[in-house]
T-cell receptor, first 111, second 119 residues
Framework: GENVEQHPSTLSVQEGDSAVIKCTYS??????FPWYKQELGKGPQLIID?????GEKKDQRIAVTLNKTAKHFSLHITETQPEDSAVYFC??????????FGKGTKLSVIP | GAVVSQHPSRVICKSGTSVKIECRSL??????MFWYRQFPKQSLMLMAT?????????EQGVEKDKFLINHASLTLSTLTVTSAHPEDSSFYIC???????????????FGPGTRLTVT
């Protein structure tokens, strides 16, 4: 099955700085990599995803990069704001359409 | 974007009773729905996968007689926790996946979760 590792487990940044979260995966056949944001007491929200036919995808202040050779992908948040504080999960597919999730990164943006 | 609802958001029940949680895809048809369990400060643990009209597939270690899943339509799946005990207290989250079974559409959209407390 797929093994997903996520780092760091916690991350504190000053408001306005950038935050980077990294994940590695084990199955070289994986071709879809989503990122989820989970606020306290709520369900995860899909914030961005990338497929293996591209190396980078951007959506305003959020970007995801993918290195298929090294089997890792990263979430980049620029100009962080307090409302970006949450737990972020990366994931990779297995079994056709199920997802394996990383252990999560708690991001704290300090005003 | 795709919206998934869950009901109830919170439930407290007594040990030995059963609790039903509903998961609905509001603006798309979900060929597959997933049920997850999440303990505090931990990641999501997949409990089972259900396709509309089929029996659910449970992950290893999940008791299928305790966690009954029904996916009767393309927009509704239910999880029933039978004979609940305090150790079943957790945050239960469903997700729904659109697209064709076996197709290359992996987007999963999550519901807001249900906090179950068994006293």
């Amino acid at each position: 099955g797929e093994n997903v590792e996520q780092h760091p487990s916690t991350l504190s940044v000053q408001e306005g700085d950038s935050a980077v979260i990294k994940c590695t995966y084990s199955d070289s056949a994986s071709n879809y990599f989503p990122w989820y944001k989970q606020e306290l007491g709520k369900g995860p929200q899909l914030i961005i995803d990338i497929r293996s036919n591209v190396g980078e995808k951007k959506d305003q202040r959020i970007a995801v990069t993918l290195n298929k050779t090294a089997k890792h992908f990263s979430l980049h948040i620029t100009e962080t704001q307090p409302e970006d504080s949450a737990v972020y999960f990366c994931a990779a597919p297995y079994g056709g359409y199920q997802l394996t999730f990383g252990k999560g990164t708690k991001l704290s943006v300090i005003p | 974007g795709a919206v998934v609802s869950q009901h109830p958001s919170r439930v407290i029940c007594k040990s030995g009773t059963s609790v039903k949680i509903e998961c609905r895809s509001l603006d798309f048809q979900a060929t597959t729905m997933f049920w997850y369990r999440q303990f505090p400060k931990q990641s999501l643990m997949l409990m089972a996968t259900s396709n509309e009209g089929s029996k659910a597939t449970y992950e290893q270690g999940v008791e299928k007689d305790k966690f009954l899943i029904n996916h009767a339509s393309l927009t509704l799946s239910t999880l029933t926790v039978t004979s609940a005990h305090p150790e079943d207290s957790s945050f239960y989250i469903c997700s729904a996946r659109a697209g064709l079974a076996g197709g290359l559409f992996y987007e999963q959209y999550f519901g807001p979760g249900t906090r179950l407390t068994v006293t």
